[in-house]
């Protein structure tokens, strides 16, 4: 079993940065971050696998966001720059699987209980 905590959310305004980390339990091989808006559903947003070498985004945050990881650590990082009002969303990490980077929800089996990033205009 694997447990995951987020951390690093909060309010930002428009144009600004946040970096927001999530602490693994147990070993984890691939990972990524999905986020949910009020009334939206979960959206993927970026995932890795387990060396690092191989990440994916998606296109509303490709260029701004930066997925990595520290497996000494088992800590996951996203660091959002630029960031934009319609980012504003509960972001949770997610884990689980080892072969490609699915962009949808269903191909991850651990989840973290989010944390609130809000921005500002």
């Known amino acids: 079993q694997v447990q995951l905590v987020e951390s690093g959310g909060g309010l930002v305004q428009a144009g600004g940065s946040l970096r927001v980390s999530c602490a693994a339990s147990?070993?984890?091989?691939?990972m990524g971050w999905f986020r949910q808006a009020p009334g939206k559903e979960r959206e993927f947003v970026a995932g890795i696998n387990w060396i690092g070498g191989t990440t994916r985004y998606a296109d509303s945050v490709k260029g701004r966001f930066t997925i990595s990881r520290d497996n000494a650590k088992n800590t996951l990082y996203l660091q959002m720059n630029s960031l934009k009002p319609e980012d504003t969303a509960v972001y949770y990490c997610a884990a689980g699987g080892q072969l490609g980077i699915p962009t949808v929800a269903e191909g991850y089996t651990y989840w973290g209980q989010g944390t609130q990033v809000t921005v500002s205009s």
């Open positions: 147990g070993r984890t091989f691939r």
